[in-house]
């Protein structure tokens, strides 16, 4: 499975940015998936997950209320629309993917990563 993440770039504090994640298989209704993100000189974190089945959703508690994770299964794609972005959430987010997972932010329960792509907010 090949996971692709775009729609990172530059933005200024309080705007909106959505990243998306396209997989390549047919079944991608099966995984899980996540958003990570790591900033400079720091490890990786997680930021949001959602489970397979979509049911559940969960995220880190500093951005509760700013971002939001969805999928759309027919698309084989996971979303993260950031919203009030703050300078601290520049880092380079990664899309995971976990086969019939539950998005949680267990990193070693993820099969499969993307490349990454960079958001940075400027203040």
């Known amino acids: 499975v090949q996971l692709q993440a775009s729609g990172g770039g530059l933005v200024q504090a309080g705007g909106s940015l959505r990243l998306s994640c396209a997989a390549s298989?047919?079944?991608?209704?099966?995984?899980?998936m996540a958003w990570f993100r790591q900033a400079p000189g720091k490890d990786r974190d997680f930021v949001a997950g959602?489970?397979?089945?979509?049911?559940?959703?969960s995220s880190t508690d500093s951005v509760k209320g700013r971002f939001t994770i969805s999928r759309d299964n027919a698309k084989n794609t996971v979303y993260l629309q950031m919203n009030s972005l703050k300078p601290e959430d520049t880092a380079v987010y990664y899309c995971?993917?976990?086969?019939?997972?539950?998005?949680?932010?267990?990193?070693?329960?993820?099969?499969?990563w993307g490349q990454g792509t960079l958001v940075t907010v400027s203040s």
């Open positions: 995971a993917a976990e086969w019939y997972g539950a998005g949680s932010g267990m990193e070693d329960e993820y099969d499969y």
């Open positions: 298989t047919r079944v991608f209704a099966r995984y899980g």
């Open positions: 959602i489970s397979w089945n979509g049911r559940s959703t």
